[in-house]
């Protein structure tokens, strides 16, 4: 727009939407629209179809509305093929379906291809709701049956509007691996109502034999993508944590870890610290106790009343932390490290049988949104997350690394976080360094922590609050009575709850920690 044009006239044109259209059935409303594109005030993206937004580039227009455009152009299109999936433009590139009308559109930054068929329309009214297409704003989404059927169909000249099989298969894979078989056999059932409707036999089949495969009821030799072959042989693990856990690697190899010499080796400082640390340890889960009912715990072997397995967590934790094999002798091949957690979760938590401590999780479980491993999911997981172990050389990093993965895949029922913190331990003290306690003030970090880098890939807050944890573990002084530490975990205001109104102090500098 000009900038000579009056202010009543800018004021029109910035009331008017980013996208108009030419109605069909509407001479007076289609007339304005021209007045509007003569007077400056729109201009055409395609036939029938304007802007009102001069300052943006035309294509970020249509991919912002890209969806009304659609709807316009094609009435009643479904979004079919690989589009089905994504629910929009991928690449600059969108598949849609129909019964008649024009096949192909162009328009700035975006391609449309469509297939025109008398019977690829939307498919409505199916006996079973399932095989339904989606109706939104006047196009449709193809069903998900429908949408595995068109992404099976094999014609080279659909290869570009396609997921490529090995996609199409860890599809299915999750389906199985997250809400189970019945799941995917209703999907099947779904898209066998869809197969006939769409004259797609071919596609079905297709579909039959890959699920079947998945749910060992037919051969494993028609699947191509190794996750959905691992669960036909009764492997399944989850590719998304691997991926996660390849990033952390990665990380943790660009850092470089300061070496901090283990304090307390042997004696009472040995067990001091083992007190200390499983102490702390418990109460990140919520076992929480004074200093002074910890000591009868584990030094006087008392039992709080009313309270004797939360003892006992306290206890268990401690007789690990203490001993060999669990103090400084980490697992060395996958299966040791399978038997390894299984054995430390089971004297950890022996005081809750209802637990099921040291056997891999029955049911699935979660924190928050986040959801762990599936428990069909965990024993080839953390296999195969162990052999990424190698890429890691310093202690440092394969203790971080070590607790990440037990902590994200959570094979257990419960007692997760007390396991994996062990483990990442074992690795330190078995080079003589320095083992990690997270107190009660640091507990928000520590869990903020986990959180970016389960939720985003970024293991930098992580590697913060644990150096943060060693550096603090290493200053404090472990040849003491438990009194005499109670009151230096005091000073450094450790036992604080509340991480708003208190940081973790510096035993040596009574400074906040930092690195």
Known sequence: MSATQPPNLRRITDMLPEVLFTPADDNAEAQRLVRLRKAGQIKPLY?????????????????????????????????????????????????????????????PGLNVRGIVKANRGALIGTDRPGASDTSYRGIFVASQPRAFLENLTQDKRLNARQLPRTELEARLEQIVAVRGAQAINGLRDDAREVAERLGLAVEFKALDGIVGALLGTHTAKVLTSRQAQSRAQGMPYDPNRLELFEKLIQQLVAHQFAELPEPARRGSPRAMFAFVESYFSNYIEGTTFTVEEAQDIIFNGKIILLRTEDSHDVKGTFDAVLRDPYYSKPPRTVEEFLEWIKRVNAT??????????????????????????GPDQVPETLRKAWDLMAQLTQPMQRALYAM??????????????????????????????????????FREDYLLSLKALSNNADATPYIRAMSIGQAWASELDYGVTVPDMNAQLDACMAKKEDSRLYRLMSPKSKQPMSI
Not at 47 to 76: C, H, K, M
Not at 78 to 101: I, M
Not at 348 to 373: C, E, H, I, Y
């Open 47 to 107: 036939r029938g179809v304007y802007t009102s937004n001069f300052e943006a580039d035309a294509a970020d227009v249509v991919r912002r509305n890209w969806q009304p455009i659609l709807a316009y152009l094609a009435p009643g299109a479904v979004l079919t093929h690989r589009s089905a999936f994504d629910t929009r433009p991928a690449d600059g590139w969108l598949y849609f379906s129909r019964a008649l009308g024009q096949r192909d559109l162009v328009l």
């Open 348 to 373: 950890v938590m022996q005081a809750r049988p209802d637990k099921l401590p040291g056997q891999w999780k029955a049911q699935a479980n979660q924190a928050g949104s986040t959801l762990f491993v």
């Open 404 to 441: 990440f993965i037990v902590s994200e895949i959570h094979p257990f029922q419960d007692g997760n976080g007390r396991t994996a913190r062990l483990l990442m331990n074992a690795f330190l003290s078995e080079l003589a360094q320095c083992r990690i306690m997270i107190p009660t003030v």
